[in-house]
């Protein structure tokens, strides 16, 4: 089992629409949670992080964290074309010097 | 400002060739880090340095040798790679190496083996 699972997808939804992504992880070590969004052949954009558990919004975006399921979601409102993108969920455990570790990413597709 | 510059975005190299990737930050953090992506995979970490010294070797190569002259700047040399080691190289920062604050990405380094 990996550390970190994610749907590779393609999700794709029509504009407008309300995007949930979601990761599951195995080990509860993980403390902190971020969601990158990275368009094709471009570096990861940080979108959201958090701490432990909880919810945080920004703008169109709101990441969720479940650390009694190991889940975290990623959902963007009113979606729009340019939100196409592969959305990549990565967490660490803090503690001492660590990188990151990422989900698979979804690719996600949203028809104008 | 939250960047982290990469140059140069585009590398050409002969198996013989020897070469360096750069990185740039001004963010004052402490904490630089070394991944690499293949194509429709996630990046996989390298190195991590904190406070200028190497925390971190996920049992990479010794044809790519990491090095931070100051808590600025961050290179990867390379000398004799291989085919496979043609990717997306993307440089990272954070304000510690504990990773329990953000970590920003600069655009990438795509590199082409030949």
């Known amino acids: 089992q990996k550390e970190v699972e994610q749907d590779p997808g393609p999700l794709s939804v029509p504009e407008g629409a309300i995007v949930s992504l979601n990761c599951t992880y195995s080990n509860s070590a993980f403390q902190y949670f971020m969601w990158y969004r990275q368009y094709s052949r471009k570096g990861p954009e940080l979108l959201m992080y958090?701490?432990?558990?909880g919810n945080k919004e920004d703008g169109r975006f709101t990441a969720q964290v479940d650390k009694s399921s190991k889940y975290i979601s990623l959902f963007i409102r009113d979606s729009q074309p340019s939100d196409s993108a592969t959305y990549l969920c990565?967490?660490?455990?803090?503690?001492?010097?660590?990188?990151?570790?990422f989900g698979k990413g979804t690719h996600l597709i949203i028809q104008p | 400002d939250t960047e982290v510059t990469q140059t140069p975005k585009h590398l050409v190299m002969g198996m013989t060739n020897k070469k360096s990737l750069k990185c740039e930050q001004h963010?004052?953090?402490?904490?630089m880090y070394w991944y690499k992506q293949k194509a429709k995979k996630p990046p996989e970490l390298m190195f991590v340095?904190?406070?200028?010294?190497?925390?971190i070797n996920e049992s990479v190569p010794s044809r790519f040798s990491p090095e931070c002259p100051n808590s600025s700047l961050l290179n990867l040399h390379l000398h004799a790679l291989q085919p496979e080691d043609s990717a997306l190289y993307l440089c990272?920062?954070?304000?510690?190496?504990?990773?329990?604050?953000?970590?920003?990405f600069g655009q990438g380094t795509r590199l082409t083996v030949v």
């Open positions: 340095y904190s406070y200028e010294k190497l925390s």
């Open positions: 990272a920062s954070s304000q510690f190496a504990e990773m329990n604050t953000e970590a920003f």
């Open positions: 958090t701490y432990s558990s």
């Open positions: 990565a967490m660490s455990k803090g503690g001492g010097a660590d990188g990151l570790t």
């Open positions: 963010m004052g953090h402490r904490a």
